[in-house]
Each structure stands twice: as C-alpha cells, then as structure tokens.
C-alpha cells in the first residue's frame, strides 16, 4: 500500500466477515479437504472454495432439523452472512449477520449490511489493463475525482477520504461504529460510490467506507490513501492478474484465462486464500496486493525443510495501515523456500509473525506478485495461476 519506511509493512485494511472464532489447523479448508471430511463440514468446504449455491445449501442446512452442533454453526453462519455481502444481497444479510453476531462473530458487519439493505449490488461492465504502480496504485476517476486508487485484495470493503468522497459525489448512508483493520479498528461513515472508472472498465454502486483525511494520511503526509478499492470490487470482474512482473493490472477479459497448474482459490476470513505447497503439505496463505511486504506466521515453518527452521532468529517490525502504526517483536528467517500455484517461491530475510486467529500460514503481498511474468486470479472458477 506504500513504500517501506524502516524495517515496515505497509498492510491493506480488512473486514473480518468470517472470523468468528479463532481458527486451527482443521479450519484450514485445504487440510480439510485433503482429510476428506463428512456431513456438515462438506458444506463448510464448499462454500470457502466458492462453489455455486453452497452458501444456499450452507443456510438451509443451518435452519433444519436436527440441527448442526453449535461449534459448527458458530463457524457457519459467518460464511452465510459474508457471501450475502459479497453478492449484494444486503436483505438476506439483515437476519444472516445477525445470527452470526449473536453466536460471537463481529457485530459489525451487521450494522454494515443493514446500513446498505435496498441498495443494488455492486455491476462491473467493460475490461480493461491499466499502468500499475509501486503500492498497487491505478489511475481511476469517480465523479470529480481524478486520481489514483489502491487495488488492495486485502480490503474487504473500499475506502475514500472524506474530501474523495464529497468529489466523488457518494451517497453516505450512515455511521459504522467499529471496522476491524489490520492495525486496530476505526469508526467512520458507510455509503455508496455511484461510479468508478478504471481505463475502459467501470463500476457501480460500490459500497465504500468514509473515514476522515488525516485517518488515510500516514508517515508525516508522505503516504496519502485517497481511494482504496476492495477486493470485491475487484472480484466483480470475473477475472484480475498483475501482468509484467506487476506494472500493469487488468480486469475483466483483458486479463489471461489462467495457465497450466492453476490451482483452487478459497475465500478466507480476511478476503482472499491461494495455496502455499512446501515440504509439510498444503497450506493457506492470505493474498494481500495492499500489503508491501510478504511475511510467514509461525504455523508457516512446517512447511519448510528442517534445514531452514533451525535458522529461526529474533526480529522486530512496524505495521502501517489505515489504523496507524504498530510494533512488534517477532523472528526471522534468512531463508525460506516454498511453491505457489506449481512454481518455485523463496524468500531470503522474511519475517515470521505470531499466528493469526484466522489460520493462515502466510499473507503474500506485493513484493510476490511482482515476482511473475502473470498473476490471475479467476473468480468465475475459483482458480489460481502463475506464469513465472
């Protein structure tokens, strides 16, 4: 999302729509489907795989008789009430979010789909490829606004400063009180974006979170977020790949089909999950374009060879996002060596943070994306791909 400044990563804002309880490695969907689970848990795994109607079958399994253990629809109805979102079906979300509030998930998403219940849902028309820039910066225009947005598959809903947004001519519906991020949370205005163009390519009514100027102003003003778009709007597509080692982004059917080795994407409680292979199995890892630096948790370092474990050393960092900026103590690693969609992935001096609550093993970001000739992530059919 924005240079370094010291030993920094710059991370992508995220609403935890399915975060409802902490996850473990058996909430990993790609474990679990290589444990070929039974019973409810296929319905868990169809929808974090993104197959047509399981959301569907997921609510009707929840609302019947016997019903699922609690645990289960604990973890369950946050998926439901995260595909209501992503589908624009903002009424469905009204009584599905609230069931998954009521069972410990985020209160709110919620009051954001409430707030955005009789809105239309989000259309994208056209494709197109554009120039891409260091911090995943495109051109883009809304309303009066002319400028460039952030294309942060690690944001689960878009953001504006309040003065893009007052250009940008959005139709604010109403206050959130909190929205998780990767820093902390924050309080702002939600509302609707009429249009976004990007090249040839446009959106409309986008929902948008609005927050004041100074809270998208970073480093002492020498980071400005003016427009972050979300991943799903980006998703609205059909397909996105970072092309030319990351200089150019494009949407719809400007971008490639996929290559050979393509392999299945999950939906992930912070937005999006491809799969990290290493010599301990299969993995999810968390795809973040908004985040500059790729790091590793440490349920990451069973997928690397022993050899590389023992050399676990100490490390600290700085985390800025849309919250501020944080510290942390962690470890670090001179080497890592791991395999993305089927092709050869190392890293050297990578960091290796506490583990998440929402089980992945690594958040891969820029710097990973601009390592390959293509990057396509093809949401019509779940599919991830590379071309080195």
């Known amino acids: 999302m924005s240079p370094q400044f010291g030993r920094t990563l710059a991370a992508g804002l995220f609403l935890a729509l399915a975060a409802s309880a902490p996850a473990h490695a058996a909430d990993d969907p790609y474990a679990k489907r290589a444990a070929g689970v039974q019973g409810d848990e296929t319905l868990w795994v169809a929808v974090m795989f993104g197959e047509p109607g399981a959301a569907d079958r ?30 624009g079906r903002y009424q469905d979300g009204i009584a599905d979010c609230a069931r998954a509030a009521a069972l410990g998930s985020d209160a709110h998403v919620a009051e954001i789909v409430d707030l955005l219940a009789g809105q239309p849902p989000v259309q994208a028309e056209g494709a197109a490829r554009v120039a891409l820039t260091a911090g995943s910066h495109i051109a883009v225009s809304s309303g009066a606004y002319d400028g460039f947005a952030v294309a942060d ?88 790949a970072w092309l030319d080692h990351g200089r150019a982004l494009a949407l719809g059917d ?42 590793l948790l440490e349920a990451g370092l069973k997928l690397l060879p022993p050899k590389q474990r023992v050399l676990l050393g100490a490390g600290h960092r700085r985390i800025g996002g849309v919250g501020g900026v944080v510290e942390q103590d962690i470890q670090r ?56």
């Open 58 to 87: 997921l609510r009707a399994r929840l609302g019947s008789a016997p019903p699922p253990s609690a645990d289960f629809a604990a973890r369950a109805w946050p998926l439901v009430c995260d595909h209501d979102y992503q589908a």
């Open 153 to 240: 598959t690690g944001a689960q809903i878009s953001v504006m400063m309040q003065s893009v947004a007052k250009a940008a001519h959005v139709r604010t519906l109403g206050e959130t009180r909190s929205v998780d991020t990767t820093t902390t949370t924050v309080a702002g205005q939600i509302g609707i974006i009429p249009e976004v163009r990007i090249g040839a390519a446009v959106l409309r009514h986008l929902p948008v979170l609005v927050l004041p100027d100074a809270q998208l102003t970073l480093a002492g003003g020498a980071v400005r977020l003016p427009f972050i778009l979300s991943l799903y709007g980006l998703a609205d597509f059909g397909r996105v």
């Open 254 to 295: 400007a971008a490639p089909q996929g290559f050979e080795g393509a392999v299945p994407m999950v939906w992930h409680p912070l937005g999006l999950g491809v799969p990290l292979d290493g010599v301990g199995g299969r993995r999810v890892a968390h795809l973040d374009s908004g985040a500059n630096i790729s790091y």
């Open 333 to 388: 690693l001179p080497e890592a060596s791991l395999v993305l969609a089927g092709h050869p992935l190392a890293f050297a001096d990578i960091d290796v943070a506490m583990d998440a609550d929402t089980g992945e093993v690594a958040r891969l970001g820029e710097d990973v994306l601009g390592r390959y000739a293509a990057v396509v992530l093809d949401f019509r059919t779940m599919r991830f791909s590379v071309k080195p």
